[in-house]
Every structure is written in C-alpha cells, then in structure tokens.
C-alpha cells in the first residue's frame, strides 16, 4: 500500500525519543497531540444530509467499506429522499441500492424496520440517548456510538477494527478487552480531548500506517511508544 507522503515527511521531522515506558498521562498526551498534528483536518467518511441518513449510512457499513457505502447511498438517498420512501413496497428498489455493501438483504429489512419505528414512535425525530438508538434494528454499541458523536458531539470514541488494532497495539488499554471495553477505556484515558476526532484519527491511522498486515512500523510516530512494536524488534 502507498504511504501518503505526508506521514512520511511528519515521521522524518520528529526526533524526540519518547521511550516505551513514558508514563501513561504523558503517553496519552503525546499520543493526542501527534495525532492531531498528523491528521488536523477530519471529518466523517460516511456521505449524509439528514441525521437519519448517518444512522442509515453507519448501519450499511457493517462489514462494508465507507467508500461502498457512499457508492450506494448516493443513490438510495435520491431514490428514497425521505423516511417515508422506506417500505416494504420499496425493498426491492432499496436492496437495488445497496445490495453491493453486502448483506444487502438483511440491511434493507433493517433500513425499514428502523424507518417504521422513527416514523411512528418517535415521530420522525432520531433518538438522541444510546439506549434508544440500540433499540432499533440493525443499531449496536459501535453504530449508535458513530451517530451520537458525529451528530451531537457526544463525547464517544467509537471502536471499530482499526480503533481497536490501533490501541491495542499501542498498549494503552488492556489485551484483553472488548471493543465495548476499549471504548470506555479509552474515553476515561482521552477525557478533556475531542473524542470524535480523535476516532478518526485513530482510524485514519489504522488505515495509512498501523495496517493489519504489513504495518508501516518504520514511518510510524508511535514506534519509540509502542508495545506492538517493541515486541517485534525483539
């Protein structure tokens, strides 16, 4: 995978040697202020002008890219331009939409069902408390987690796989913690911090340098601080 090259010039101009046992308020001080000269600039990656199209863009995205998912909601979102337009009568027309972000079947029966219950419980209003929004179909810890703090800058840092790896690999939480573990561990960690933000710089990341496989460990910022990394040079 090509490294973008402003990772590359960010790694060649920091020479401070952090050390891998810097203390943990240090570390995560160090960690947020990195990011945020990394990547100053982010905004969501999933396409939407309505909040109940976050809501739906993040349900498609399960096991899906955000670029196949913007693929298709650029087309659902002119086909069925409001919350009434989702219905059974529709499926057909909605699954035409998404069937390429996978699972397209059960995700259209989720699209909706969520849409039956906005339209005529919540009275076409998005639920703002997480509770809530884990109530409706197809909606987890992570999605409503994404909507609330994308939409009213709720202060959640969403795991996905790359938040997860990212974290972990750092060792600033816990191996063996849950995705749902990790989030509140890295909420208490980043208190006071942009958490949104720090969500998708975590992922932005995960995505240019601290890959699955074959990780960019060599124009990493994090290397000097990084368990993952300490273990491999061993």
Excluded: W
């Excluded at 693929?71 to 337009?85: G, N, Q, V």
């Amino acid at each position: 995978m090509k490294i973008p090259s402003r990772e590359k010039n960010f790694v060649n101009s920091f020479s401070i040697l952090t050390g891998p046992i810097m203390e943990r308020s240090k570390k995560i001080s160090f960690i947020a202020t990195t990011l945020q000269e990394l990547y100053p600039d982010t905004h969501t990656f999933l396409e939407y002008q309505k909040d109940y199209e976050l809501l739906f863009a993040t349900i498609l995205s399960a096991q899906a890219t955000d670029t196949s998912v913007n693929e298709a909601t650029s087309r659902l979102f002119k086909e069925c331009p409001t919350l009434d337009d989702y219905t059974i009568d529709n499926q057909d027309l909605i699954l035409s939409c998404i069937k390429k972000v996978g699972l397209g079947k059960v995700k259209c029966q989720y699209l909706i069902k969520t849409a039956k219950i906005l339209k005529e419980k919540y009275h076409y209003v998005l639920p703002k408390d997480r509770k809530t929004l884990m109530s409706l179909p197809g909606v987890g810890f992570k999605t409503s987690g994404v909507v609330l703090a994308e939409l009213y800058d709720e202060p959640y840092i969403p795991v996905d796989t790359h938040v997860y790896r990212v974290s972990h690999r750092l060792g600033i939480v816990n191996d063996k913690l849950s995705p749902e573990e990790t989030e509140g561990a890295l909420e208490r960690l980043f208190k006071g911090h942009h958490m949104i933000h720090l969500h998708r710089q975590f992922i932005l990341l995960g995505r240019n340098i601290c890959l699955a496989k074959k990780e960019q460990c060599e124009i990493c910022p994090f290397k000097d601080i990084c368990k993952y990394y300490a273990k491999k040079k061993r």
